[in-house]
């Protein structure tokens, strides 16, 4: 069965400061999709940035860029010059590329960018 | 594009009770999953309807029951509820047709309060 492990429940960064969020999923598989989700304090729930596992470039977008490491099954997401609007609760998730199986989430890292 | 709308937002329920919430997607979506989001459990999968089937179902007791309607729209029940039902209970849209790794599209939620 597939899992994703966020292992920072809580973190903080300062304003314009960079911020790096772990997570590490568990697979037999060899070809899915990685996302974060992004959740704002009583807002809805977005996307910050997907990568499908076969791509070897890191995907990016704007101040928001991952680090994919496939064989150490490792997804992490890096936001560049934080913001305030950055505060909320961010989501690693899973899916497998060429199947039904749901979509997996991680238990969340909940990010305070501090004035 | 209006976004994925659930209705009612806010639910209190009394234990033994039923309830059932309803999900609008955005327009031209046809696949919708729902998810239950509590401090506790995180975001646990309920099920995900496409073309009005379940293409599949997390582990939730058969209390739990949804459907999808041929416009798209969805309803999910729960019977006899239960205090720990109490939870955010998120609807997710995406066209989903063969890329399983389309973004999914959250509504705000209903929050659940069983007493």
């Known amino acids: 069965a597939q899992t994703v492990t966020q292992s920072q429940p809580e973190m903080s960064v300062q304003e314009a400061e960079t911020v790096t969020l772990s997570c590490t999923y568990d697979?037999?598989?060899?070809?899915?999709?990685l996302f974060w989700y992004k959740q704002p304090p009583s807002r809805q729930m977005i996307l910050v940035i997907r990568?499908?596992?076969?791509?070897?470039q890191n995907a990016t977008e704007n101040r928001f860029s991952v680090n994919f490491q496939k064989a150490a099954k490792s997804f992490s997401l890096k936001i560049s010059d934080s913001q305030l609007g950055d505060t909320a609760m961010y989501f690693c998730?899973?899916?497998?590329?060429?199947?039904?199986?749901?979509?997996?989430f991680g238990p969340g890292t909940s990010l305070s960018v501090i004035p | 594009k209006a976004g994925v709308t659930q209705t009612p937002r806010y639910l209190i329920k009394t234990r033994g009770q039923q309830v059932t919430l309803s999900c609008s997607p955005i327009?031209?979506?046809?696949?919708v999953s729902w998810y239950q989001q509590t401090p506790g459990q995180g975001l646990q999968f309920l099920f995900e309807?496409?073309?009005?089937?379940?293409?599949n179902k997390g582990n939730f007791p058969g209390r739990f029951s949804g459907r999808q309607f041929s416009n798209s729209r969805s309803e999910m029940n729960v019977s006899t509820l239960e205090l720990g039902d109490s939870a955010l209970y998120l609807c997710?849209?995406?066209?989903?047709?063969?890329?399983?790794?389309?973004?999914?599209?959250f509504g705000p939620g209903t929050r659940l309060l069983v007493l």
């Open positions: 997710a849209s995406s066209w989903m047709n063969t890329s399983f790794g389309e973004t999914q599209y």
């Open positions: 697979t037999s598989e060899n070809n899915y999709y």
């Open positions: 990568q499908e596992a076969y791509k070897q």
């Open positions: 998730a899973f899916r497998v590329k060429t199947s039904y199986d749901k979509v997996i």
């Open positions: 327009s031209g979506h046809r696949s």
């Open positions: 309807y496409f073309s009005e089937t379940q293409r």
